[in-house]
């Protein structure tokens, strides 16, 4: 199991930026997939970025454009630069990694995108 701590989230104003970062209790070179969901009270988390061994990444609909996520495997570090913010990407963020068929979890950060 892989511990994850995410940091970076925070206030801002519709149309700013926020770089989100989750860093691991462990070398991330052998990680499957890595990535970010959020969840606001009352919805069900949903999947926001992803991002695999092979470099390759994936990104919901309602962030392709705005939101870029990356890894520093020499820093064990996991990023999602969120540009262009809006209302409804106020949410809590949570990093995952899967390893071995194993998702571990973060404690979550908090995004709130004021308009």
């Known amino acids: 199991q892989v511990q994850l701590v995410e940091s970076g989230g925070g206030l801002v104003q519709a149309g700013g930026s926020l770089r989100l970062s989750c860093a691991a209790s462990?070398?991330?070179?052998?990680?499957?997939?890595m990535g970010w969901h959020r969840q606001t009270p009352g919805k069900q988390r949903e999947l926001v970025a992803g991002?695999?061994?092979?470099?390759?990444?994936m990104y919901a609909d309602s962030v392709k454009g705005r939101f870029t996520i990356s890894r520093d495997n020499a820093k064990n570090t996991l990023y999602l630069q969120m540009n262009s913010l809006k209302s409804e990407d106020t949410a809590v963020y949570y990093c995952?990694?899967?390893?071995?068929?194993?998702?571990?979890w973060g404690q979550g950060t908090q995004v709130t995108v004021s308009s």
């Open positions: 462990r070398s991330i070179f052998s990680i499957n997939a």
């Open positions: 991002i695999f061994s092979d470099g390759g990444t």
């Open positions: 995952y990694a899967v390893r071995l068929g194993i998702t571990s």
